[in-house]
């Protein structure tokens, strides 16, 4: 059982969970800071936590199991853990039933409004993985349901919802589309033949890179906007503007002509912008 579960902790990119999580320790904390003048208690941290990792987990698991025969014929993805008979569909559903029950009970443990939006979250959660078969929007889709993260440490450490939380909301979720549509860069010639549907592979990888540029730029402007409408100060601007420079020196590594850097802008940048936001936006707020 070990090992069938490190198998699907690795299938699902466990670690790349510092992609959301930091953001939704970031809406908690300035929903909190906000709306009740104070952080948010432990318990509201372990519990948004608990949540956090649960809706991650099920996605991607979902996203592994609803993809397995996409993944099969791809020679980047044919070794993945499904495909490649290392674990079970059976193992992997039960996975995703015990993440989506600890999605629920964390959501009930924090408050009557997180229950009440779990529906939405839910539906992004599940309805992504089809997106590719009918949208080049998917990006789009993929940013909405990231950005409900930071929305969702909102609601879990307040029980409200402000428009400021929609201006984070619009950052997290057009900086995700961003690098989803570098990464998909990759596959654009084998989603264009087997009829998938992707920034890349319906306007090709040039216009796909200009328009993952404007999805950054937007997301700079939102991330700047939160400053001018909350109480967040200097500190926070200094951590928007090292964000906006990972954001440049992440185009910088991928062109059209050379996408060998494309995992380390991916996986390296990202995972660094969105620790880089959180520790400045906590220490903000505390000091």
């Not at 400021?164 to 549509?181: M, N, P, R, S, Y």
């Not at 590594?253 to 996408?259: A, K, N």
């Amino acid at each position: 059982m070990i090992r069938k579960l490190k198998i699907i902790l690795e299938m699902i990119k466990f670690e790349h969970t510092v992609f959301a999580l930091p953001f939704a320790y970031f809406g908690a904390i300035l929903g909190g800071y906000i709306i009740n003048g104070e952080i948010p208690t432990l318990s509201q941290w372990v519990w948004i936590t608990v949540a956090m990792v649960g809706a991650r987990s099920a996605a991607m698991s979902l996203n592994r199991i609803i993809d397995e025969q996409i993944d099969k014929k791809n020679p980047r993805t044919a070794e993945r853990a499904i495909p490649a008979g290392l674990v079970s569909k059976l193992e992997v559903l039960i996975f995703i039933i015990i993440s989506f029950t600890l999605l629920f009970y964390a959501a009930f443990q924090l408050n009557m409004l997180a229950v009440y939006l779990l529906p939405i979250a839910v539906f992004f959660l599940v309805i992504y993985s089809y997106t590719k078969r009918f949208t080049w929007a998917c990006h789009l889709i993929l940013g909405i349901t990231i950005g409900i993260a930071p929305l969702g440490g909102w609601v879990g450490a307040t029980g409200t919802l402000t428009w400021e939380a929609f201006v984070l909301f619009i950052a997290v979720a057009l900086w995700t589309a961003g690098f989803d549509v570098i990464y998909a860069t990759q596959d654009a010639d084998y989603d264009r033949e087997h009829k998938l549907f992707s920034i890349p592979s319906r306007f090709g990888i040039p216009t796909a890179l200009m328009l993952a540029k404007v999805f950054h730029v937007i997301s700079f402007l939102a991330f700047v906007t939160l400053f001018i409408v909350s109480p967040l100060g200097w500190l926070y601007v200094i951590g928007v503007i090292i964000a906006g420079g990972i954001m440049i020196y992440e185009h910088s590594l991928v062109s059209p002509h050379d996408l060998s850097k494309v995992n380390v802008a991916f996986f390296t940048m990202n995972g660094i912008l969105s620790l880089v936001m959180f520790i400045f936006a906590i220490g903000d707020v505390l000091l």
